[in-house]
């Protein structure tokens, strides 16, 4: 038998030792010929070096896909470029590139290999058969690394759960992971009962053997199932929600396998994938590699949870007896947890056939109070991306003395012309040496309690009989400039902060623990912020009540902030709020749902109507039933929220507008002596035979071009 020279040919070395084991085989024989002259082919020696460096290749993270549904995304694109009228040839170009079969073949190819997608399966068994006889399915899988499970819930390496079936007693598919192996291949579905896997029978066994069976497996394993007839996998949901809770699932007690739970932090964004199980959801952290989904408690379950924890122990987190606890004398008014689901299955928590909701009288001052009786679980959120001229304003929120007025001030300082914050108001006399609008904004006590019992003020207090409060408009102005507006208010605000027209970035500014919180402000020789009358050192007490404080604040209001920033040191939390401010402006972050709508200035939308059919720049547009809505440009800026329905149907319908231009301005014309200013027909849309120019006079002497109340309106037919 020729032995390869491994150093002349650079044989792969598994390749050699199966060589050198075949030729310790004593019986000789045609199959010896046949493997010794397969282990030394170059075919088989190419193959292995492939396989080899595919390997090495593989373990490289940086190789994971981005997104799994390139061709989807390619189609929607394609859909969008079909909607368009006029198109650049740098547009055409690209629609060109995007139709051609062998760009999507790749694309085709991208997807099924990010979603692993090449397993061997088998396909279902046609409904052909005897009716008398039980339909069954062969389905092969090939094992991989995913996880193992437990003893009454399994998770098998296909990717699915299984249970005991409590009524026949059989082994029985409970729930199919997305992502995973068994919900790639498309042929295994929950309720499909277990036969045999691997030519073993699963009779009278439980779901610990049939793990013990999977797990000395090796390479493909066959399962011979019982189709349930049920519905088929559900579609993989695209909502995302930004957990506002830390979960283990080794820690949870209910977990149906806790090898199948998915472990997260507060604030991690987590893709929903499956809601059908009213109590576990199936779920995956964003950008995450790993494709198969795993179990968390859906929003109903984590509530109950909550309350029943809050009735347990009517101690809050915050050191305060809950409004709906029997130490306040409401021992019914908190909503109750439903009951189990089925009558068999162990109820989680203690259910109550009459609930009673006892009704209280809201006290302003007990905000706080009512505050912590929210149950923040899961919010649902969507990327918000930069806007031009639009900058989201930072809140930075803190216990008192923490230091977040020093880090605005600071912030500030570093560009006063780009961090700008709003001017307060106030309802005491103006001094004689005060400019208004300059450090207050005067107004009557009247007129601001109007404001105020109008909504019309984020926050406002009164001190020395006098009010002071920032204005909503005053916050709005400033984000509409371009500039960021940075604002350091009391917690309590932040529920009319946080709004879609304004969309905060919200910084909760933490102390560090109390060692060095003292050991901070005593080598900086901070001066308390809690006496205003005079100058001195903090005391222990108070820096107790910073910790107390910014524990309670966070507990009530944790749900709302965006990013976190320990004020140890003022020059550290400042660079960090600094890099926080770049990030606002310029990557799209995610926000609540409800913010990331069709949300668009009204000029803006018909810029972008006219551009899109070469009408030029629009001056105004009413359009069919949009005439109560469109008004001049020279009016303030007015945002509006047009739900998809709508702003399709109006897009549908804008072939009907008006042909003309606009208007030139005064300040061209009349400037030469020519009191008239003209517009024309917008090419192709003229019609044969009419003018193709219109002149009308100024109507203001001298002619400013920046009003525009001499302008009539074209009206749609």
């Given amino acids: 038998m020729m032995m390869p020279n491994a150093a002349d040919n650079n044989w792969d070395p598994s390749l050699s030792r199966l060589l050198t084991s075949l030729k310790e085989v004593q019986s000789g024989g045609e199959d010896v010929a046949f493997l010794s002259e397969l282990l030394q082919s170059k075919q088989l020696h190419a193959l292995v070096q492939v396989h080899n460096k595919i390997v090495a290749k593989g373990k490289d993270d940086k190789f994971y896909p981005l997104l799994s549904n390139a061709m989807q995304v390619t189609l929607e694109v394609l859909e969008m470029f079909g909607e368009l009228k006029t198109v650049s040839k740098e547009f055409q170009e690209l629609l060109s590139l995007l139709q051609k079969p062998h760009f999507q073949a790749i694309l ?26 039980e339909t069954v399915k062969i389905v092969q899988l090939v094992k991989s690394d995913e996880p193992l499970g437990g003893a ?4 098998p390496i296909v990717g699915a759960t299984i249970k005991t079936d409590e009524e026949t007693g059989k082994i029985v598919i409970a729930r199919v992971m997305h992502g995973g192996a068994a919900d790639r291949s498309g042929l295994i579905h929950a309720g499909d009962e277990v036969i045999e896997v691997n030519g073993i029978s699963v009779e009278n066994k439980t779901p610990a053997d049939v ?16 189709p349930s007839f049920g519905k088929g996998g559900s579609r993989e949901s695209k909502v995302r929600v930004r957990a506002l809770f830390n979960y283990n699932s080794d820690e949870d007690p209910y977990i149906p396998c806790k090898e199948a739970g998915l472990n997260f932090k507060k604030g991690d964004i987590l893709h929903i994938v499956s809601q059908d199980d009213a109590y576990w959801w199936q ?12 179990l968390i408690p859906s929003r109903a379950l984590q509530e109950g949870r909550i309350i029943h924890e809050r009735q347990s122990d009517p101690q809050s987190t915050d050191g305060k007896p809950a409004l709906c606890s029997p130490t306040n004398g409401n021992t019914d008014c908190s909503p109750k947890t439903p009951c189990s689901p089925t009558p068999n299955a162990t109820a989680l928590l203690p259910c109550k056939s009459t609930p009673k909701v006892k009704k209280i009288i809201y006290d302003i001052k007990e905000n706080d109070d009512f505050d912590r009786e929210m149950i923040p679980t899961y919010e649902e959120v969507a990327r918000l991306y930069p806007r031009p001229g639009f900058v989201r304003p930072i809140v930075l929120v803190g216990a008192p003395g923490v230091g977040r007025n020093e880090m605005r001030r600071r912030l500030i300082a570093t560009d ?3 961090y700008v914050t709003p001017i307060p108001y106030t309802s005491r006399p103006l001094k004689p040496s005060e400019q208004n609008g300059k450090e207050y904004v005067f107004v009557t006590r009247e007129k601001m309690e109007q404001d105020i019992a109008d909504g019309k003020f984020i926050e406002h207090g009164e001190y020395k009989g006098n009010l002071y409060g920032t204005s909503a408009e005053s916050v709005e102005t ?3 400039s371009g500039r960021v507006c940075v604002l350091s208010p009391h917690w309590q605000a932040l529920k009319m902060l946080r709004t879609t027209r304004l969309r905060p970035y919200i910084v909760f500014v933490k102390p560090p623990s109390f060692e060095r919180l003292v050991e901070t402000r005593t080598n900086a020789n901070a001066r308390s ?9 903090f005391t222990e007490e108070e820096f107790h009540d910073i910790i107390r404080s910014s524990t309670r604040i966070n507990f009530l209001y944790g749900y709302m902030f965006d990013e976190e920033i320990v004020n140890e040191d003022l020059a550290s939390a400042l660079s960090q709020l600094l890099k926080t401010s770049w990030r606002v402006q310029s990557e799209p972050l995610w926000v609540p749902a409800s913010w990331v709508q069709f949300n668009i200035k009204i000029e803006e939308l018909v810029d ?41 149907d109006l897009t549908k319908r804008h072939k009907v507008w008006s042909r003309w231009g606009k208007w030139g301005d005064c300040s061209v014309t009349c400037g030469n002596g020519i009191i008239s200013r003209r517009r024309l027909c917008v090419a192709g849309r003229c019609a044969p035979g009419e003018i193709e120019e219109q002149h009308r006079p100024c109507t203001r002497t001298p002619c400013d071009g920046n009003r525009k109340e001499d302008f009539e309106p074209e009206m749609s037919p």
Avoid at 110 to 128: C, F, N, T
């Fill in 608 to 648: 972008l109507i006219a551009k899109e059919n070469n009408y030029g720049k629009l001056n105004k547009s009413t359009c069919w039933k949009w005439k109560e809505i469109f008004t001049s440009i020279s009016t303030p800026s007015l945002s509006l929220n047009i739900n998809t329905d709508l702003s399709e």
């Fill in 529 to 537: 912020t809690f006496d205003k009358e005079s100058s001195r050192a």
């Fill in 211 to 226: 793990l013990d069976i999977l797990q000395n497996s090796e390479g493909t394993i066959t399962f011979k199932l019982v």
């Fill in 108 to 133: 085709c190819t991208h997807d099924a290999v990010a979603q692993k997608d090449y397993y061997p399966h088998l396909p279902d068994i046609p409904p052909d058969g005897d009716e008398d006889e």
């Fill in 283 to 294: 779920a995956r952290r964003e950008n995450d590699k790993v494709m198969r989904a795993g």
């Fill in 152 to 155: 009454l819930s399994a998770e």
């Fill in 478 to 480: 400033i984000v509409n």
């Fill in 416 to 418: 006063p012309e780009k």
